[in-house]
């Protein structure tokens, strides 16, 4: 194993901080990676087409896949010198702007020291730090962090977290409810909390556990819908999830905040958890 990993640190090779220099400039150790480097941009696409399956699109006929050569702020730079505004954020991953020099820093820093190290009975402090920060923002009586390393997962560990309590407590509660129209992920488990209908999973009905779904809230929804639901299957429900005040990927649509209120008090009555799907609109975003 360490004779593996000393192996492996012979061909990394890290890069200068805040660097700017051209792809050209890097050294790559393996020939397959150094003469792809060197590629026209016309031969990079087609590679691109020939070996990598992007997300949300065809394995067979894909959607034509933009070359970016670097980033900076809310601009994408293409490798035919144009730029582009990223209006999505990188699937809100990045907030606050490409190669923000804040951010490059802390980075290269965390690199200097490790770059990651397992959390299975091993700690460090950057990641107590942050458990404190998070915890510091977060209101009473939410005072513990589990770290996770994608929103999908953040998701499967929540739902996961909630069949646990609900068998902690011996009851046999294993659904979960939620409303239409929402999104939360593209793993099993959050998969089966998307809109079943108009979302992008249902080719997977009948693979995946059926949930109780209510109405879409709106603006003036008042959650009579919801509260009916719930109550027509609260001995089932181990915990309603949703994304407060804004569906993102269900269209950016927002709905009134006393439903929310209304789905707090709910769950609170009727022994049901709360998992707020904050990964689109959490922290400011």
């Known amino acids: 194993m360490f004779h593996h990993v000393t192996h492996l640190r012979r061909h990394l090779v890290r890069p200068p901080p805040f660097s700017n220099l051209p792809l050209s400039t890097f050294s790559y150790s393996h020939p397959t990676a150094e003469s792809h480097m060197a590629l026209p941009t016309s031969d990079h696409i087609a590679v691109d087409k020939d070996t990598l399956w992007h997300p949300y699109t065809s394995m067979t006929n894909p959607t034509p896949a933009l070359p970016i050569k670097s ?5 994408l730079h293409m490798e035919s010198g144009e730029s ?10 990045a907030v606050h702007g490409y190669n923000n020099e804040r951010l490059n820093g802390a980075v290269s820093h965390q690199l200097s ?33 589990f770290l996770c390393d994608s929103g999908s997962i953040s998701v499967e560990v929540a739902m996961k977290m909630a069949l646990q309590y609900q068998r902690g407590r011996c009851a046999n509660r294993n659904k ?4 239409r129209g929402g999104y939360h ?19 997977f009905k009948g693979a995946l556990a059926e949930q109780i779904f209510s109405k879409r809230p709106d603006l003036d929804e008042d ?9 027509e299957n ?19 649509r927002f709905y009134n905040p ?10 609170d009555e009727h022994g049901i958890l709360l998992i707020c799907d904050e990964i689109a609109t959490g922290f400011g975003q």
């Open 71 to 75: 980033a900076s702020g809310v601009y």
């Open 84 to 93: 582009l505004v990223d209006g999505m954020s990188s699937w809100w991953c």
């Open 113 to 145: 020291q490790m770059s990651h190290v397992m959390f299975g009975g091993l700690t460090h402090r950057p990641a107590v730090a942050l458990g404190r920060l998070l915890a510091e923002v977060t209101p009473d009586p939410l005072s513990k962090v």
């Open 176 to 179: 979960f409810v939620t409303v």
């Open 185 to 203: 992920g593209d793993t099993s488990a959050a998969m089966s909390v998307c809109d079943p209908i108009t979302g992008m999973h249902t080719a």
């Open 223 to 231: 959650g009579i819908e919801l509260e009916r639901t719930m109550l």
């Open 234 to 252: 609260r001995d089932s429900i181990a915990a309603l999830i949703i994304e407060p005040c804004v569906q993102g990927a269900g269209g950016m």
């Open 258 to 267: 006393k439903f929310l209120a209304k789905a707090r008090q709910l769950c």
